[in-house]
């Protein structure tokens, strides 16, 4: 994901239109959307020419990135003064310009996701529903969960949506209930960790998160217990799942005692979020191919 922001850079310069829209959709976190859809869609399919359907290949494509520039561009909006604080916007990622054209390519992304509804069944439609909407009540009021602490961690349960619509889209059902407790719970650590490395940003600001109540070694037990349930969860729906998300707590442990600091550990998760995904969704295909 590193690679493809960098080339991503070179071809959409950070000074045009295209290029901050680009940078603020996060680049390195588009799999955290478009993972789940494709994962909901390798396990709903029964036979590989359903995860090709023109529907599920629109859907995941939408997850990749007008999605992602709906959600972060939304937070971007609503956090302009907050992220005057933040040092990430001054390395990783980009403080929000302002302007009526980014206004409008944002609500733009987010009527696309409505637009797709009436190509969705019921349970399809209530999931892209809920994500449109946890997508905007996460940063703008009245709710605006993310000042929330805990529901900022509840809520990003919005996470595991895509994947939601997707098994919908393919399989005309919602998804098992284990299966979609296990990755909100998911969604839920990972969120809480995200937030370790903006405690004392968040602090100046007068923001309070499950992170800037908790303090840096609560929040690394509290995503520690979270990513277990998860596990257990999971286990129950098959225990090689539960066995792949094992390895967050784990993570998560070793970065608590190590001398490893939350700012360098938080970029890893990218990639391990990608490997991870990757395993789950060859699972899925190998359940296709060879029916075990």
Request: hydrophobic share 50%; with cysteine; net charge neutral.
């Amino acid at each position: 994901m590193l690679s493809v922001t960098t080339r991503l850079a070179s071809l959409a310069p950070a000074d045009t239109r295209a290029g901050y829209l680009l940078r603020l959709s996060r680049p390195r976190f588009w799999l955290y959307l478009a993972g789940p859809a494709a994962v909901g869609a390798v396990y709903a399919a029964e036979s590989t020419s359903e995860i090709f359907a023109p529907l599920v290949v629109g859907l995941t494509a939408y997850f990749l990135v007008p999605a992602n520039v709906f959600l972060y561009g939304v937070n971007d909006v609503f956090d302009a003064d907050i992220d005057e604080e933040n040092p990430k916007k001054d390395e990783k990622e980009v403080r929000y310009q302002g302007g009526r054209g980014v206004v409008l390519a944002v609500l733009s992304c987010g009527t696309l996701g409505v637009a797709v509804l009436p190509l969705l069944p019921t349970e399809g439609a209530l999931a892209m529903l809920a994500f449109l909407a946890l997508s905007v009540q996460y940063s703008a009021p009245p709710f605006r969960f993310k000042t929330t602490p805990f529901l900022d961690s509840l809520s990003n349960g919005l996470y595991i949506l895509p994947g939601v619509v997707a098994y919908a889209a393919v399989a005309g059902t919602f998804p098992p209930t284990l299966a979609v407790a296990g990755g909100w719970l998911w969604t839920m650590a990972m969120h809480t960790f995200s937030a370790i490395p903006d405690i004392e940003p968040d602090r100046r600001a007068g923001i309070e998160t499950t992170a800037t109540v908790l303090g840096e070694a609560r929040t690394y037990a509290y995503c520690g217990a979270v990513w277990t349930a998860s596990a257990v969860v999971f286990g129950l729906v098959d225990p090689r799942l539960g066995a792949l998300v094992a390895v967050y707590p784990l993570f998560t442990s070793w970065v608590a005692r190590s001398s490893v600091t939350v700012d360098r550990a938080y970029w890893w998760f990218p990639i391990l979020n990608t490997v991870v995904g990757a395993l789950l969704t060859m699972g899925g295909l190998w359940r296709l191919v060879y029916g075990a």
